[in-house]
C-alpha cells in the first residue's frame, strides 16, 4: 500500500466555472521523493496547499476526489480531512510544509527557537523546559551551527540557508508522514543548496517519510527525485521515473521544458521556450551565436575597490569590510557574469558601481575617468550611464502606483523637457520594447505575474537610455520558461542597443549560457576572471571548482 495515494483530485474556486486543477491522480511510497514540476501558474503550489488544508475560497464539494495518507500504525488518514478539526489534526503530525520564502513565514518578532519550540509543544504535550531542550535537538539534526545561540536569535539574523533548515525543523517537530516542500531553494546558491537538498533527503529516508519537491529547476529533479510529475495549467502531462523522463519524455510539454534550460542550448542564439514547442509540435532550431571580436573599449574598470560598512554599537571607527581589493573591467558591449555564494559581496559590489552605497577604498572610473571627475562635469549625465535591475521585482516597484506613473516619473525626472502626453506615450514605447502591450501601462504591479513585472522594471531602467545594465540575480526566482523568456529579451536589447550587461548570479548554468566572462567572488575577494567556456572546462581556483560541482545535475 502506497504512503500517499491521490485518485482524480480537482480544485475550483468559487465563482469560477473553471476547474483550477483538473482530475489528478498519483501516489507517493515511503521514503520516495517525488518532484512535480511545471511553469508558474501550472498547479504545483495550489495541489499541496489543497492537501494541507490550507486553500480558502474553494467552490462546495471541491477538493473533488481522494486523496488518503497511511500512518505508520497503518489506519489511513483522508487529506485533507472533513472538518477543520481533522484538518487541523493532520498539518503537521500527518503531512507537514517547507514554504518557498522562509523570511515570510517566519515571525519576525518571535526567536528562531521560540517558534520551533511552539510546533513542538503543540503535537507532543510537554513542560517548556523539555520543549525547549527538544527545538535545540530539531536545530542539530538540521545541522544549524550553534544550536543553543541560534535558539535565541531573530529570523534576521541568519542566513537564507540557515531560515530554511528553521523552517525544516519546524516542519518535522510533529513527525509528519508527508513532507512537502515548496521551492526551498530557490533563492539560495548552488552550495547552500546541494546542502539543503541533502538534509532533506536524508531526513526523508531516516524518519521513513515520502517527500513532495515542487520545484521549477529540472537540474534538481535530475539528482534528487525518484519520479517526477509534470503539470500544464491544472493538468497532468506525464508521470513516470526521472531517469525515463529525462531520456524518453512522452509530451510535447516536458520536453519544451527540458529544452529551455541553459545547459543545454550554449553557443545558441536563442533560447527555446514553451511556446515554441506547443505551437509547432516539435523542438524550434536554435541557431548558433554567430562569432562576435572580442570587445577591446573598457567601458567600467574598478582599481582596488573595497566597501566596508560600520558596526552599528561597536564604537567610532569600528567597521567590517565585505569587498576586498577588487579590480576589474566591463568592456563595451560584453555581459560579464559575477558568481559567488550568497554574501561573497556580490551585491555589494554592484551597488558601489552604481552609487548605492559609497567604497571605503580604490576608484571607479568611467571610459578612463573616475566618477568623480566625470560627475563634476555632467552629473545629472552620470546617473543615468548605469541601471539597476533587482532580484524582485515587485519589490522595486511601488503597489499604488499604476505601471506608466512609475515610468512616467523616472522620464520626468530625466528628461523635464517631455509634456505629460510625451511621456505616456514613451513609457507606452518602453513597455512594448520589453514584450508588454500598452494596456499594461493603466495597471498595477499586482496584475501581473513575476516575469512580465521583470520586464516592467527592465523598461523603467531603459526609461533613462543607460549604457551598462546590472542585473542583480533577475532570473533566479522565474521558472524555466519565463527565464528563457527574459534572458531573449536581454539579449535583444543588449544587441539594439549596445547595452553592457554585469549579470549577478548564482545560478552557474545561466551564466554559462548568457556571460562571455565569467568572475568569481568568495568573502569579498575575486579569486577567478576566465572566459565562461574555459572557466567550465578549466576550472583554476578551488573555490570555483567547489563551485561547479555543486551544479545539480550537471
Known amino acids: 500500500m502506497p504512503l500517499l495515494e491521490v485518485k482524480d483530485f480537482s480544485l475550483r474556486f468559487t465563482g469560477s466555472e473553471d476547474l483550477a486543477l483538473h482530475p489528478l491522480s498519483f501516489e507517493v511510497e515511503e521514503g520516495e521523493v517525488l518532484a512535480v514540476v511545471g511553469e508558474s501558474g501550472s498547479g504545483k503550489s495550489i495541489t499541496s496547499l489543497a492537501l494541507m488544508g490550507l486553500l480558502p475560497g474553494l467552490a462546495p464539494g471541491y477538493p473533488g476526489g481522494e486523496a488518503w495518507l497511511t500512518k505508520s500504525d497503518g489506519i489511513r488518514v483522508r487529506l485533507p480531512g472533513n472538518t477543520e478539526h481533522d484538518r487541523m489534526h493532520n498539518r503537521g503530525k500527518v503531512v507537514a510544509m517547507v514554504f518557498q520564502e522562509p523570511m515570510t513565514a517566519l515571525n ?37 551551527p550553534d544550536p543553543e545561540t541560534t535558539f535565541l536569535k531573530y529570523p534576521h539574523e541568519v542566513s537564507g540557508g540557515q531560515k530554511q533548515r528553521v523552517m525544516i525543523a519546524m516542519a518535522l517537530a510533529g513527525k509528519p508522514r508527508l513532507l512537502i516542500a515548496d521551492e526551498p531553494t ?52 506525464e508521470c513516470q521515473p526521472t531517469a525515463n523522463l529525462f531520456l524518453q519524455p512522452t509530451s510535447a510539454y516536458t520536453k519544451a521544458l527540458l529544452a529551455c534550460r541553459p545547459i543545454s542550448n550554449i553557443g545558441a542564439r536563442r533560447l527555446p521556450v514553451v511556446s515554441d514547442w506547443l505551437s509547432e509540435g516539435s523542438k524550434q532550431a536554435s541557431s548558433p551565436a554567430p562569432e562576435a571580436a572580442p570587445p577591446d573599449e573598457v567601458l567600467l574598470s574598478l582599481e582596488q575597490l573595497s566597501v566596508s560598512y560600520a558596526l552599528r554599537g561597536a564604537g567610532k571607527n569600528q567597521s567590517r569590510t565585505v569587498v576586498h581589493d577588487v579590480s576589474l573591467h566591463v568592456f563595451q558591449g560584453e ?25 571605503s577604498a580604490g576608484s571607479i572610473k568611467w571610459k578612463g575617468h573616475t ?90 531602467a531603459l526609461a533613462v537610455q543607460p549604457q551598462l545594465l546590472i542585473c ?58 576566465e572566459q565562461a567556456q574555459a572557466l567550465f572546462e578549466h576550472p583554476q581556483h578551488p573555490y570555483t571548482q567547489q563551485l561547479l560541482e555543486s551544479i545539480p545535475g550537471r
Open 186 to 237: 530557490t533563492a539560495l546558491d548552488v552550495t547552500v543548496q546541494k546542502g539543503i537538498i541533502t538534509l532533506l533527503c536524508s531526513l526523508t529516508q531516516k524518519y521513513g517519510m515520502g517527500m513532495i519537491f515542487i520545484t521549477h529547476d529540472l537540474g534538481l529533479v535530475k539528482e534528487v527525485a525518484h519520479r517526477c510529475l509534470v503539470l500544464y495549467k491544472g493538468k497532468a502531462m
Open 335 to 359: 555581459t560579464l557574469g559575477l558568481v559567488g555564494e550568497s554574501g561573497c559581496g556580490k551585491s555589494t559590489l554592484g551597488k558601489a558601481i552604481s552609487g548605492l552605497v559609497d567604497p
Open 108 to 144: 519576525p518578532l518571535m526567536t528562531l527557537g521560540n517558534q520551533v519550540m511552539e510546533a513542538v509543544l503543540h503535537h507532543q504535550p510537554m513542560s517548556e523546559h523539555e520543549g525547549k531542550a527538544k527545538a535545540i535537538e530539531w536545530f542539530r539534526e538540521v545541522q544549524l
Open 371 to 460: 566618477f568623480v571627475e566625470a560627475a563634476q562635469k555632467n552629473a545629472h549625465r552620470m546617473q543615468r550611464l548605469i541601471q539597476v535591475v533587482f532580484q524582485d521585482p515587485y519589490g522595486s516597484l511601488n503597489p499604488a502606483f499604476r505601471i506608466g506613473n512609475a515610468i512616467e516619473e523616472v522620464l520626468q525626472l530625466h528628461q523635464p523637457n517631455l509634456n505629460r502626453s510625451e511621456r505616456k506615450a514613451k513609457a507606452i514605447e518602453l513597455l512594448e520594447s520589453v514584450g508588454l502591450d500598452a494596456s499594461a501601462h493603466a495597471r498595477f504591479p499586482h496584475a501581473f505575474s513575476g516575469g512580465q513585472r521583470q520586464r516592467i522594471v527592465i523598461a523603467r
Open 472 to 529: 542583480d540575480e533577475a532570473v533566479s526566482a522565474l521558472d524555466v520558461s519565463v527565464q528563457a523568456q527574459v534572458l531573449n529579451l536581454l539579449n535583444d536589447l543588449k544587441e539594439k542597443l549596445g547595452l553592457s550587461l554585469l549579470f549577478i548570479t548564482h545560478d552557474l548554468g545561466v551564466a554559462r549560457y548568457f556571460c562571455q566572462r565569467i568572475a568569481v567572488m568568495q568573502s569579498g575577494r575575486l579569486v577567478e576572471v
